[in-house]
């Protein structure tokens, strides 16, 4: 289908920099799977045009989706941006109210996201490969970058970004609605790579992850080329319970 805790006082003791750093618990390695560099050598070369083009696209509800996601988190909330690409406009709007991690497989977007979103932190590398500290974020957001992941590796992913969320913590993802098994081709002028599951299997992907799914909405965009559908989610960890 053309088209991823340390104590709260730690906080105060580090730069942000260095705190959102210190919750890596590993170093992403290269990336080895064929399909992935095709997407990153992709995103390295169009960097600027994909941003030109993200500008065109009508009824997009990433604004709407993120005031959801945003209003329902605290003050000072620490935030995984997973595809973060050139940092705006999703980005951008996180790191005006919480701490952001983003992380992107492209090294041009990247350059692009600290260029544009200063306050933010950035990390290059495959998400689907990071390895982080339990519970390390109040949220965690992957907006248009599921979809260039493998599909039989979704389910996982759903699971580590559930185990690297606070209890309460939240996801907002936008997913595939149609299913649409791996797909190499040009797009916007550069071989590309697409894959996703149709709205059911991911909705049923996420509950068996262990989230609770707030939002759950098939929206069309309109993109240059046509209408698309996507699956836009919020799901939640749940809290921990109350003891009496």
């Not at 340390?6 to 290269?30: F, I, K, N, W």
């Not at 696209?57 to 990433?62: F, K, L, M, S, V």
Request: with cysteine; net charge negative; aromatic share 10%.
């Amino acid at each position: 289908m053309p088209r991823s805790r340390p104590a709260l006082g730690c906080r105060r003791r580090l730069s942000r920099t260095h705190y959102l750093a210190s919750l890596l618990a590993g170093a992403v390695g290269d990336v080895a799977d064929e399909r992935k560099r095709v997407v990153a050598s992709g995103y390295d070369r169009m960097a600027e045009r994909y941003l030109e083009w993200g500008g065109t696209i009508e009824g997009d509800p990433r604004h709407r989706m993120l005031a959801a996601f945003s209003d329902r988190l605290p003050a000072d909330a620490r935030v995984l941006d997973l595809g973060c690409g050139a940092g705006v406009p999703s980005t951008q709007q996180l790191a005006q109210r919480f701490h952001v991690l983003g992380v992107d497989i492209s090294r041009s977007q990247l350059e692009l996201a600290r260029r544009n979103v200063p306050e933010a932190e950035f990390r290059l590398g495959d998400f689907s490969e990071l390895q982080l500290a339990e519970g390390a974020f109040e949220g965690v957001v992957a907006l248009y970058a599921v979809s260039h992941l493998p599909r039989e590796q979704h389910g996982q992913l759903f699971v580590d970004v559930f185990r690297w969320l606070a209890p309460g913590g939240l996801f907002l993802a936008t997913l595939g609605a149609a299913d649409s098994p791996d797909w190499t081709g040009e797009w916007l002028g550069e071989e590309m790579f697409f894959s996703s599951h149709d709205a059911d299997a991911n909705r049923q992907l996420m509950r068996a992850a262990g989230f609770d799914l707030m939002v759950d909405e098939v929206a069309v965009t309109h993109e240059p080329g046509g209408d698309v559908s996507f699956l836009w989610v919020i799901g939640q960890k749940p809290p921990v319970a109350e003891r009496w």
